[in-house]
């Protein structure tokens, strides 16, 4: 069963009024304010170039926004220097992609251990172990990433972005690269973090059964939210999303 959101649900994450303008003219987000509350998964769909993975890097802290706020965990980011920004962004929040990103010549135990060391931590073998189980792969830790299948390797993935134990987990097509059977053991753990250590996760995917895994749909297009789902079937969100293509 899904955890029950508390009454005045903390926000693990907010945006206030974020535009993000590129070169040639590109507004990639267009005054967009939302929350994501602690503890909730979100996914965050809508037709290509609608602003979703420009959205995840402000949120995130890999990118400013040209105007704007961006609150994680309780801090404004624009009044963080570049090494506050760069310590917050190692502590509290943590990042998947679609490819995995792990080091070929780690084991899978070093790589999840890899966030701590960067951090000048030694790592603590308990936490790396836990972090393992968490993502259901205790007896892998020996294990190089070529021998682990796709959906191991983005299990190892995304126990090396909670290692820290950050207080969101952003995800951009973590299951892009996946079959339907691995990405639906990938999409179970995601969930299952939420429900038993009421993680805070953000995820971009273009798949609507992925999204049914979330709480809450936010549907973006041309740099704008526009609208939400909550408690998504898959069904019901491809009918948004023909809708919103059509509109575009
Ligand atoms: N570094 C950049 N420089 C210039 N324009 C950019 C840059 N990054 C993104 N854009 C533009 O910003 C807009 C939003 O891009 P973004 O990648 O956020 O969309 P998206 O919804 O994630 O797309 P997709 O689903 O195709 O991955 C697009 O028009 C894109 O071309």
New binding site residues.
Partial sequence: MRSVAPVNQTRAVELDSVTKH???G?T?LDDVTIGFAAGTFTAVM?P????????LQCAAGLDRPSSGRVIVDGRDLARLGERKLTLLRRDRIGFVFQSFNLLPSLTAEQNVALPLRLAGRRPDRDLVRQSLEAVGLGGRAGHRPTELSGGQQQRIAIARALVTRPAVLFADEPTGALDANTSRDVLRLLRTLVDRQAQTIVM?T?DPVAASYADRVVF?AD?RVYGELHDPTAELVSTRMLQLEASC
């Fill in positions: 590129y070169s040639h590109v990639a809508g290509s170039g609608s602003g979703k993975s420009t959205m971009v273009h973006l740099g």
